[in-house]
């Protein structure tokens, strides 16, 4: 056991991600449930880093139709019109409505990108063993997990855009394919976030710390 920096999975305490109820499991029990909100409780997530990745996968490969297929489809007397998301970004690009393009280009397309790289370095990095920047590891993730929460803002704005524009006969407005798939890459980054076990950052550094007191003691 390392004397300087103990964790808590060497002293056999579990915290509860329902809660945050740092607690023991019974005598005889591997893991257990959290005695205040009845959680199931685990050391470490069962197969994070293999769930969190294929996750990413996952939405690695929605991406692209998302943002290659139309999100919006108009139809006028004289026609359907087709929008992609850039398109739309496009579109709404005006004195009075650049704030909601910025709005969207940042949701739609950077961040969810910028989550799926920065999960995809955080699992790399744990496979790895890194003990480098364990500290800005833990942040980043903690970022992504809260900026995240932001990433169905297209979705909500094309939803409620079809709501508003049903001018029947003369206009009407509906959800394009490239929608259900930003909707997929949104829940599988996000199934991929709360698949990650950030705990498993520090693991590295304690195994490492370890290694190093021994050849000491």
């Known amino acids: ?3 300087l920096n103990p964790t808590a999975l060497e002293q056999g305490l579990q915290s509860c991600h329902g809660c945050g109820l740092l607690s023991r499991p019974a005598d005889g029990a591997e893991e257990g449930r959290c005695p205040r909100c009845d959680e199931d409780l685990h050391f470490r997530k069962p197969k994070s880093l293999e769930r969190t990745l294929a996750y990413l996968m996952a939405a690695a490969a929605c991406y692209i139709p998302a943002n290659l297929l139309p999100v919006m489809i108009t139809n006028t007397s004289k026609g359907s019109e087709s929008d992609t998301i850039m398109q739309g970004v496009v ?3 005006s004195p009075t409505g650049w704030p909601l393009s910025i709005i969207v280009l940042f949701a739609s397309i950077m961040i969810p990108s910028a989550k ?3 999960l995809l370095y955080l699992v790399i990095s744990v496979k790895r063993g890194s003990i480098k920047n364990n500290s800005q590891r833990v942040r980043l993730y903690r970022m992504v997990e809260i900026i995240g929460r932001w990433s169905m803002v297209d979705v909500f704005v094309d939803t409620f855009t079809v709501a508003l524009i049903q001018l029947q006969p003369l206009m009407s407005v509906e959800p394009g394919p490239g929608l259900l798939f930003f ?3 949104v829940v599988l980054t996000m199934l991929a976030v ?3 076990d950030p705990r498993l950052i ?3 550094a304690n ?3 370890i290694q190093d007191e021994v050849p000491n003691a």
């Open 202 to 204: 520090w693991d590295s």
């Open 194 to 196: 709360e698949s990650f």
């Open 91 to 93: 579109l709404l690009w």
């Open 1 to 3: 056991m390392s004397a």
């Open 116 to 118: 799926i790289l920065a």
């Open 183 to 185: 909707a997929a890459v």
């Open 207 to 209: 195994a490492q710390e």
